[in-house]
């Protein structure tokens, strides 16, 4: 079982950064693939960003890449989204997720969700 919390959140202006975490309780996170999924009003979870049980390997889509990174901190059981040149499409309820195996950018495929966190930004 793992339990995940999300934080950093807020309202931005377009062009502004933000920092979002997720931290997860479990002895076992390193062998989990972590997530970042958006959902916006109306629209269906998509995926956002993954990262490797190691680390070693990030995955993003198209519509951030260049402009989002991901990491992660084993020790401190805590995954990362780095949020740059935030435009307003961006605007979305961010959830952190979990699973147990390799990649999959399919948020079916993920077994544990954190609660969260609400991005805005403005025009």
């Known amino acids: 079982q793992v339990q995940l919390v999300e934080s950093g959140g807020g309202l931005v202006q377009a062009g502004g950064s933000l920092r979002l975490s997720c931290a997860a309780s479990?002895?076992?996170?390193?062998?989990?693939?972590m997530g970042w999924f958006r959902q916006a009003p109306g629209k269906e979870r998509e995926f956002v960003a993954a990262?490797?049980?190691?680390?070693?390997?990030?995955y993003y889509a198209d519509s951030v890449k260049g402009r989002f990174t991901i990491s992660k901190d084993n020790a401190k059981n805590t995954v990362y989204l780095q949020m740059n040149s935030l435009k307003p499409e961006d605007t979305a309820v961010y959830y952190c997720?979990?699973?147990?195996?390799?990649?999959?950018?399919?948020?079916?495929?993920?077994?544990?969700w954190g609660q969260g966190t609400q991005v805005t930004v403005s025009s």
């Open positions: 479990g002895r076992t996170f390193s062998s989990y693939t």
């Open positions: 990262i490797s049980r190691s680390g070693g390997t990030t």
């Open positions: 997720a979990a699973k147990q195996g390799i990649y999959s950018g399919n948020y079916r495929m993920y077994d544990y």
